[in-house]
């Protein structure tokens, strides 16, 4: 009876071992000493099966060592070498919102939160694969002094100080964020942005010296990205608090207007709203049917032989494949001889879009680049020669193909970029994006444990399509404003 007690014992550690592994992915935080307790009490539970013949046969005693060593190695590589390990990428139940920004941390917790992200820094990313980088390494270890000598660190300066560390790694999809629950925006920014009007100093403060001056509180590649991301935090209370500005005797705004004139307006604390206050106030919280833009939909303009296709974002699914096959069936229909791709608001997702897109031209392989994807102690090279094209045969689009791109054009849909240009597949139009193709990104995404802060970490380093291409964007081969991308279009089809 002990002896099946044992054996039992034995079957249900191992089962909990592996059980870890999707556990930590899909429901819950576990620790990382548990992997470490699961396997020590598995193979004891092992060698006492073993030593008190509750498996007597030979090849019963090499079924149990080999299904103990399966288990052990399944539930190590799956903490050690997972990049999803303890991540909240596939949890749909956690927030993403952190704790307040004046929250207060103790010293301890401060630090274990600072721990949390240099450990799953050095663990993930392709850039502390062989060694951990001097630059970092120096800056994370003067924050560490600065929390070892303060009492006490707000969830704002602790989201400043590892910024602080993250910042100087150039890596746009790798950031610490404190993410509000229910931010407060300033009120006119959408009066002025609907204008035309654009925000060139705050606080007398010229943008470009913000830029200098903020450099290491953001993650990025290019500046333009970085200007993106300041602009954003000027306009929230919270971001204010983020860069070092504070709004309790006003915050003055210079916006420059189209033909150059400038005005300043100073706003005060409660000239911030909530999200839902901020609706009311600019008259559009209500649409004709309640319902959301869809991220995905095109217009056919018969009179400018155009079909264009706008894409917010790189969402592959059902949505994205029947209404591509939609527009493609009406441009064969109405036998439009363009087709463009506007995604100038799109931030990012699946690359599989660009991929889905391609299927649609004429063309049998075209290159997509090759990328080295972390596994903590290994790194696995995911090279791809030559993609080979499945066309949808009756749809085949032989006419001219553009891309409309801002600086707001971010991963994922960077790429969709990269594979029409670096394979000479259309034109680009606009501002460069907002990332490089030669980078990092496929990121996992985590919770500080104390402060709750949102934080994402890449995972793989990504190599252009075309390896020839000297410039570390992707170029426009037609560069204009990104207001003035679609009159752009239109007047180079109608030169045509």
């Known amino acids: 009876m002990k002896k099946r007690v044992l054996l039992v014992a034995l079957l249900v550690s191992l ?133 070892d000598s303060a009492e006490t660190v707000s969830v704002c300066e602790l989201n400043r100080k590892i910024q602080y560390i993250f910042s100087v790694m150039g890596d746009g999809h790798t950031y610490v964020k404190a993410v509000m629950e229910e931010p407060h925006y300033m009120k006119d920014i959408y009066k002025f942005n609907q204008a035309g009007c654009k925000l060139v100093a705050i606080n007398g403060t010229e943008l470009d010296e913000m830029l200098e001056q903020t450099k290491d509180l953001y993650s990025f590649e290019v500046e333009s990205w970085q200007l993106g991301l300041v602009k954003q935090d000027l306009s929230s209370l919270e971001g204010l608090q983020f860069v070092g500005i504070s709004a309790e005797d006003g915050v003055e705004y210079t916006f420059e207007a189209a033909d150059g004139t400038r005005e300043s307006h100073t706003y005060y604390e409660e000239d911030f709203l909530t999200y839902e206050e901020y609706e009311k106030y600019n008259g559009f919280d209500e649409s004709e049917d309640g319902s959301e833009e869809p991220f995905v939909q095109y217009i056919i303009d018969k009179e400018s032989n155009v079909a264009i296709l706008t894409l917010d974002s790189c969402t592959y699914n059902k949505e994205y494949i029947d209404t591509l096959k939609e527009m493609f069936a009406e441009v064969k229909k109405q036998q439009i001889g363009n087709v463009a791709v506007d995604l100038r608001n799109n931030g990012g997702g699946n690359s599989f879009v660009a991929n889905e897109f391609i299927k649609y031209l004429d063309i049998d392989s075209y290159q997509t680049g090759s990328c080295i994807w972390r596994f903590g102690i290994f790194m696995i090279p995911l090279e791809t020669p030559e993609t080979i094209n499945v066309k949808y045969e009756d749809f085949v689009f032989h006419g001219n193909v553009y891309v409309l791109t801002s600086v707001d054009s971010f991963s994922s849909s960077m790429l969709f970029a990269e594979y029409i240009k670096d394979n000479q597949l259309g034109t680009i139009i606009g501002e460069a994006p907002g990332n490089t193709p030669n980078g990092y990104g496929d990121i ?44 752009v279009l239109y007047e180079t089809i109608a030169g045509k």
């Not at 999707?22 to 004891?44: G, H, K, N, R």
Request: with cysteine; proline share 6%.
């Open 15 to 147: 089962l909990c071992a592996i059980m870890t592994v999707p556990a930590s992915v899909f429901w819950i935080q576990v620790p990382d000493v548990m992997t470490v307790i699961l396997t020590v009490i598995s193979i004891a539970l092992l060698v006492g099966c073993l030593l008190t013949g509750t498996v007597k046969s030979i090849c019963g005693k090499v079924l149990v060592s080999a299904f103990t060593t399966l288990a052990i190695l399944i539930a190590v590589l799956g903490q050690y070498c997972n990049p999803y390990w303890n991540s909240i990428y596939f949890k749909t139940h956690v927030s993403y919102c952190s704790k307040p920004m004046d929250a207060m941390l103790s010293k301890k917790e401060a630090v274990e939160d600072l721990e949390y992200a240099m450990h799953y820094l050095n663990k993930l990313h392709p850039m502390f694969y062989k060694e951990q980088p001097v630059e970092v390494m120096t800056r994370y270890y003067e924050v560490l002094t600065e929390l």
């Open 444 to 487: 996992a995404v985590f919770k500080l444990p104390n402060s709750d802060m949102f934080m994402q970490i890449s995972t793989k380093q990504f190599f252009r399509a075309d390896k020839k291409n000297p410039s570390d964007l992707v170029d426009p081969d037609m560069p204009c404003d990104r207001d003035e991308a679609m009159d």
